[in-house]
């Protein structure tokens, strides 16, 4: 029976390791999100792995020389419980396809749960009990606060868990 399995693969080679196994005939599912990337004062979107050394890889384990992935270029090797390939449960790479957009990339509901200005206050962690402005949402998907510190506003990013909003 044919399952899903997980590649670990070598840093930044995601994408080599992909064309290799597509090359052997292996079916893979390398999942990707658009990322705002801010370099040298430009802002600009591109196209990162949602799970960065991770590719996914469908085959019979039983029927399949699955061996032969580990020796792929930029593979590092496969996900394994004991001597044997670990399957994903059923149903997890249709999870995350059913996210994707019209371009094939796995989209987040990025409503911001805040109006920008917002007052909120850190609730938990080294910075509990702060108030800060809501800023916006960052690529991590942490909320992004601007805090007034030592007499200046300082950019802070908490997970959403952590705030809530001032009366």
């Known amino acids: 029976m044919e399952c899903w399995y997980v590649v670990y693969t070598h840093a930044k080679a995601e994408q080599v390791a992909v064309s290799h196994l597509r090359r052997q005939g292996f079916d893979i599912y390398f999942p990707r999100y658009r990322r705002r990337r801010r370099h040298a004062r430009k802002v600009d979107e ?23 992935v580990r020796s792929t270029v930029g593979v590092h090797s496969l996900v394994c419980q004991g001597s044997s390939p670990l399957a994903l449960p059923q149903g997890a790479v249709d999870e995350i396809r059913a996210r994707e957009d019209e371009a094939g990339l796995v989209a987040f509901a990025e409503a911001p749960p805040y109006a920008k200005g917002m007052r909120l206050r850190i609730s938990e962690g080294p910075m509990a009990e702060q108030l800060g402005l809501f800023e916006g949402i960052d690529d991590n998907h942490r909320i992004v606060l601007l805090l007034d510190l030592l007499g200046r506003q300082v950019r802070v990013a908490v997970p959403f868990e952590a705030v809530r909003a001032e009366a």
């Open 46 to 68: 591109v196209m990162a792995p949602l799970f960065p050394r991770y590719v996914f890889l469908r085959m019979d384990a039983a029927r399949t020389p699955w061996l032969a």
